[in-house]
């Protein structure tokens, strides 16, 4: 098991995911379809190039969901409850077909669960980055995490 139990994290934490992902057209075709988006920045060559920024721009909730998964193996994997809420997202810089993406995390806050004492809930800020290293997509993650079996 990669993830860690909620007893096993404290603020402060931080962690570079050793997996980086370069972002393909069928990455980004694929996830668009699959989700009905037919916005024409991501899926219309030429309407992209007539675009401000010149050429096709990579679907934000692929952006997202794949900085979310690069954190998932250090963090969560096999101790996950439920993922609770995703808040303060934004995404300061654009990213394009060919753009390879990095992601960190840090905790910045853990409370035992009120309802469930064998869990408790920790808050990852997640930040993912380009091969320029400027962050492309960031959010905070409050994951319900189980407590660290008794031996």
Known sequence: MAGRWFDEWQAGDRLTHEIRRTVTETDNLLF?????????LHIDA?????SEFGQILVNGTFTFA??????????TLGTLVANLGYDRLVMPKPVFLGDTLRAESEVVGTRPSKSRPDAGIVTFRHELFNQRNEIVCQCLRSALLHRKPEA
């Open 46 to 50: 030429e309407a992209a190039k007539a």
């Open 66 to 75: 794949l900085m979310i998964g690069l954190s998932v193996g250090d963090t």
């Open 32 to 40: 668009s379809t699959m989700t009905h988006n037919p916005q024409p």
